[in-house]
């Protein structure tokens, strides 16, 4: 079974940056109809794709211009580096690796 624990959330006004971080645990994967990467859930709203990798290792984006997502060679580790957030941004962000979620880690913004 694997573990993922995201860490990095926090209060932060808008304009700010933050740097997501997660790390796989454990051993073993499931399959999961979801790609690897980062996903949002704001208050009101259902769980919606922030960013991910393709199988190709090719990344996809909710808004590029302010997301970026990377990962370790061993893709245990994953980042995610929002710049430039906005009040909407708000939200727990789940990361997804292995076919496992994590607890996530909640961002507010707010001025």
């Known amino acids: 079974q694997v573990q993922i624990v995201e860490s990095g959330g926090g209060d932060v006004q808008p304009g700010g940056s933050l740097n997501l971080s997660c790390v796989a645990s454990g051993s073993g994967s499931v399959s999961s109809k979801y790609a690897e990467g980062w996903y949002r859930q704001s208050p009101g709203k259902q769980r919606e794709l922030v960013a991910a990798f393709f199988s190709s290792g090719n990344a996809v984006y909710k808004d590029s211009t302010r997301f970026t997502i990377s990962r370790t060679d061993d893709k245990r580790t994953m980042y995610l580096q929002v710049n430039n957030l906005r009040l909407d941004d708000t939200g727990v962000y789940y990361c997804?690796?292995?076919?496992?979620w994590g607890q996530g880690t909640q961002v507010t913004v707010s001025s």
């Open positions: 997804h690796n292995y076919g496992y």
